[in-house]
């Protein structure tokens, strides 16, 4: 007989596949990554019937997009290689979901998504994107990264009170980061190769930070700063990004 799944990972090339999760037994299977295929056109519309699904990763893949919105138990997300012509607000339906991240693909902005019960989001490498304002619309973020984005230039952390842990990286156009002096849950800030100024946000570090790496890509500059961290206290950076959440997202699609 058939031995229910937890956790399944499919990708192909060659063989037809729009209709793959039609053929899928959804008892028990709580972890699913639909890795890229020769033309991206598996059928999301059976993920509506998943009742047990946790954890999705999705490569390309918006044939009738809005069924993952229909899955009110997913806790984690993980879309990658997700064109700008998909829009975004189906994630809004989401109220159970507390991770989320987005990398490849394209778009200009995230402001169409709003997840107030999000506590961690990831973005990296999408094309385009230029603006990653009011972060207020994720008021219960804990752990935010965001790389390789160069167009975007300001962020603003007025209003994500709740955050404990911060990493920005190869954004060589960002020159302003709002809100971060108001972060005090902080505990966890890497900064890598920005455009910041990186003696005046020493100035405006918050109070309860524990680990600190902070580089410009210039090695004199790099080392007088680590310095002066080493000579605070700071441990030069925490390994456990992702919090006590425990998503290992990037793994997914592997």
């Known amino acids: 007989g058939e031995v229910p799944l937890s956790t399944l990972r499919f990708m192909s090339w060659g063989m037809k596949v729009s209709q793959f999760l039609e053929l899928v037994n959804p008892e028990r299977l709580r972890r699913l990554a639909l890795g890229p295929t020769k033309r991206s056109g598996i059928d999301l519309s059976p993920l509506e019937g998943y009742s047990e699904l946790k954890c999705v990763g999705v490569s390309g893949h918006t044939k009738n997009f809005e069924a993952i919105g229909k899955i009110p138990q997913l806790e984690a997300l993980l879309l990658r290689s997700i064109g700008k012509k998909q829009s975004l607000p189906a994630l809004n339906e989401m109220t159970g979901l507390k991770a989320l991240e987005i990398s490849g693909g394209g778009r200009e902005s995230?402001?169409?998504?709003?997840?107030?019960?999000?506590?961690?989001?990831?973005?990296?490498?999408?094309?385009?994107?230029?603006?990653?304002?009011?972060?207020?619309?994720?008021?219960?973020?804990k752990d935010f990264g965001v790389g390789a984005q160069s167009k975007i230039e300001k962020m603003d952390f007025s209003d994500s009170p709740l955050l404990e842990s911060l990493c920005i990286g190869t954004m060589k156009g960002l020159v302003t980061l709002a809100g971060i002096e108001k972060l005090e849950r902080l505990k966890s800030l890497r900064v890598l190769w920005t455009g910041l100024q990186l003696g005046e946000l020493i100035e405006r570090l918050p109070p309860h930070l524990e680990s600190v790496q902070l580089l410009s890509g210039r090695k004199t500059e790099d080392e007088k700063t680590r310095a002066f961290l080493d000579e605070k206290g700071y441990q030069e950076f925490s390994p456990d990004f992702l919090g006590e959440g425990g998503y290992d997202l990037s793994q997914l699609l592997m």
């Open 110 to 141: 995230i402001d169409e998504v709003n997840l107030p019960p999000l506590q961690y989001l990831g973005i990296g490498g999408v094309l385009g994107l230029h603006s990653l304002d009011d972060m207020g619309r994720f008021s219960s973020l």
